[in-house]
């Protein structure tokens, strides 16, 4: 028999070469309203883009990309 599970989101912004996790803070937050929810803690993610979701494991990882010091 197969059952159905919703998998839990988590959001990940890499910052100095290292991998943040962050947690969901509501179910009904769109990835763009979390983006907004951390922006005050993280001001990188007023101009970050989102990526994803994508699976793994169990759960499912939004990322946070950034752009600050790239060129070109």
Do not use: H, N, W
């Amino acid at each position: 028999m197969m059952t159905a599970t919703i998998l839990p989101r988590v959001f990940v912004l890499k910052a100095r070469e290292q991998d943040i996790r962050l947690s969901d803070p509501s179910g009904a937050f769109s990835p763009e309203q979390v983006m907004d929810f951390y922006s005050g803690t993280y001001p990188i993610l007023t101009t970050a883009k989102i990526e994803g979701p994508e699976i793994t494991g169990d759960e499912m990882q939004y990322r946070f990309i950034t752009t600050l010091g790239t060129k070109g």
